[in-house]
């Protein structure tokens, strides 16, 4: 061979190491261009009818995507469960302050006298303006959250 075929016949041995032939399954490898990469593996003259992957293998999942859509599905359950609960928690809160806004208005109505403590923990008797204020106070908490 002259010196012009050997250097061919390296560059064609170089080239056939960096991007991969027909035969070889489609895998990302060093050195391959961007473009091939994204085609799976092979160029985009090999992209027609027939020399692509099966669709069958992309139709059926496998065990790894089974596994993780029951982790997927699990995790959802799970969250949903902790959703229920907080609802349940927040439904109980409501209906446990209806009970002592209902109890706080039935005293405010029987026209008793009630006596608060204020900020130097002595005790004050309210006066009609304060129990007109509570009564109204307690009655829009009976409003929002006795329902």
Do not use: F, W
Not at 74 to 84: C, D, G, L, S, Y
Request: charged letters at 35%; aromatic letters at 2%; glycine letters at 8%.
């Amino acid at each position: 061979m002259d010196r012009q075929g050997q250097q061919e016949g390296l560059q064609r041995s170089a080239a056939s190491d960096r991007y991969p032939r027909e035969e070889h399954p489609p895998q990302a490898q060093y050195g391959q261009a961007p473009e091939l990469q994204r085609a799976g593996g092979r160029g985009r003259r090999h992209q027609r009818a027939g020399c692509g992957p099966s669709t069958t293998a992309a139709a059926k999942p496998s065990g790894v995507d089974k596994e993780l859509e029951e982790k997927a599905r699990k995790a959802e359950e799970a969250e949903k469960a902790k959703q229920a609960a907080e609802a349940q928690k927040v439904a109980q809160a409501k209906a446990d302050n209806c009970k002592r806004a209902r109890d706080g208005k039935a005293t405010m109505d029987s026209g008793i006298r009630v006596a608060r403590v204020n900020g130097q923990g002595e005790r004050e008797i309210m006066d009609d303006d304060a129990r007109a204020a509570e009564q109204k106070r307690l009655q829009t908490v009976i409003d929002s959250d006795c329902k």
